[in-house]
């Protein structure tokens, strides 16, 4: 896995444009994580076997982070840059919730500016539609079963290192057990 972390940060680094990436990516990419991490524990930490496993953790949990953040930031720009929409088959799982979410965002703003252009009140463009709950993308600290949303969506099961996007009520009560932790999309 850790080649294809490699070959898929390659890709998205030296193209503008989205790459396509399988649907299960970053399950297979957490699970392999995982995998690594449980390795690393059974080990001798004073042997070179242990500093390369653990080197190989680092590298591919940073190129693990870069890819999410260039694919997130590249979701915006597209979406910013009015072009034409990402085919879905480009986007994971958990992608797909989140350029959904992007979606309705930018169609917020088109309305505002709509809306202010032709000097309408602005107040109710802005708010949230109460049937989408807001949603918290985090990480799994263990494994969890299936779960049924706020939203009445199934969502997992799922394994330590999975990255979901959940409604904002099952994420912090998740988090506030501490089997999952919030992850931060970095800026660049």
């Known amino acids: 896995m850790h080649q294809e972390l490699y070959d898929a940060w390659k890709r998205e680094k030296s193209s503008k444009d989205l790459q396509s990436l399988p649907k299960n990516f970053y399950e297979k990419a957490a699970d392999d994580l995982r995998k690594l991490r449980e390795g690393q524990r059974l ?42 929409p990402i085919p879905t088959g480009f986007l994971t799982r958990q992608e797909e919730d989140i350029y959904q979410t992007l979606l309705q965002a930018s169609s917020q703003c088109s309305r505002l500016k709509k809306n202010l252009s032709e000097g309408k009140q602005v107040d109710a463009v802005l708010s949230t539609p109460r049937d989408a709950p807001q949603k918290i993308l985090v990480r799994f600290a263990c494994e969890i079963p299936a779960i049924v949303g706020v939203d009445l969506k199934t969502y997992g099961p799922f394994k330590p290192e999975d990255i979901a996007s959940l409604p904002a009520e099952n994420a912090r009560a998740l988090m506030h057990q501490r089997a999952a932790v919030k992850v931060e999309v970095e800026e660049n």
């Not at 001798?44 to 591919?60: F, H, P």
């Not at 870069?66 to 034409?84: C, P, Q, W, Y």
């Open 43 to 84: 080990m001798d930490n004073k042997t070179m076997k242990a500093r390369l496993l653990r080197q190989e953790l680092e590298i591919s949990r940073r190129l693990l982070s870069e890819i999410v953040a260039s694919r997130f930031h590249k979701m915006l720009d597209s979406l910013l840059g009015n072009e034409t």
